[in-house]
């Protein structure tokens, strides 16, 4: 089994700071990429970033130059760092991740893991 945990949400004003982190853990091999997607209310869940294991990344244009997509190959986790939030950015972020359970499954699709979800609410 593989689980991923997220940590770091919470309440900022708008213009602030937060760093989201998620660390996968238990049957891994390797890690292709990794990502992080949000959810408003009422809302389809949508890709914010996402990172490859060689560190190329994409964004979603709403937060091109204001979120940085980061990861640690050796410690299976990668981060979001949010700045200039504004309110529109509140959402439930899941962090994803696409896993290589064993090498016997190194030629296989990687299967895709979930995190649980962490808050991020920005006030006005």
């Known amino acids: 089994q593989v689980q991923l945990v997220e940590s770091g949400g919470g309440l900022v004003q708008a213009g602030g700071s937060l760093r989201l982190s998620c660390v996968a853990s238990g049957s891994i091999f390797s890690i292709n990429d990794m990502g992080w997607y949000r959810q408003a209310p009422g809302q389809q869940r949508e890709l914010v970033a996402v990172i490859t294991r060689g560190g190329s990344t994409k964004y979603a244009d709403s937060v091109k130059g204001r979120f940085t997509i980061s990861r640690v190959n050796a410690k299976n986790t990668v981060f979001l760092q949010m700045n200039s939030l504004k309110h529109e950015d509140t959402a439930v972020y899941y962090c994803?991740?696409?896993?290589?359970?064993?090498?016997?499954?190194?030629?296989?699709?990687?299967?895709?893991?979930w995190g649980q979800g962490t808050q991020v609410t920005v006030s006005f």
């Open positions: 994803n991740a696409e896993v290589i359970r064993t090498a016997m499954e190194i030629f296989q699709t990687p299967k895709a893991y």
